[in-house]
């Protein structure tokens, strides 16, 4: 897997879909681009994919024994 994605130089997204071999349209702004515009950025890393809110972050903190049937 490559450490760079295409991203569209209208918004930045890598929401790209393609619409032919040279041309790609971003599913946030839009706009249509050629895959030679596009500009290429490194991937984003996830640090951490816990809960935050709601139930799951409620559930995620809460102690096993609270949440057992």
Same mark, same amino acid.
Not at 10 to 34: K, P, V
Not at 44 to 69: F, H, I, N, Q
């Given at each position: 897997?490559?450490?760079?994605?295409?991203?569209?130089?209208?918004? $930045?997204?890598?929401?790209?879909? $393609?619409? $032919?071999?040279?041309?790609?349209?971003?599913?946030?702004?839009?706009?249509?681009?050629? *895959?030679?515009?596009?500009?290429?950025?490194?991937?984003?890393?996830?640090?951490? *994919?816990?809960?935050?809110? $709601?139930?799951?972050?409620?559930?995620?903190?809460?102690?096993?024994?609270?949440?057992?049937?």
């Amino acid at each position: 897997m490559s450490d760079e994605i295409e991203a569209c130089p209208h918004c $930045g997204s890598t929401c790209l879909a $393609g619409s $032919g071999r040279e041309t790609l349209w971003c599913q946030d702004c839009e706009e249509t681009i050629s *895959r030679a515009d596009t500009t290429r950025r490194e991937r984003c890393e996830w640090v951490d *994919r816990s809960p935050t809110r $709601g139930l799951a972050a409620k559930l995620d903190a809460a102690e096993p024994d609270e949440v057992a049937r």
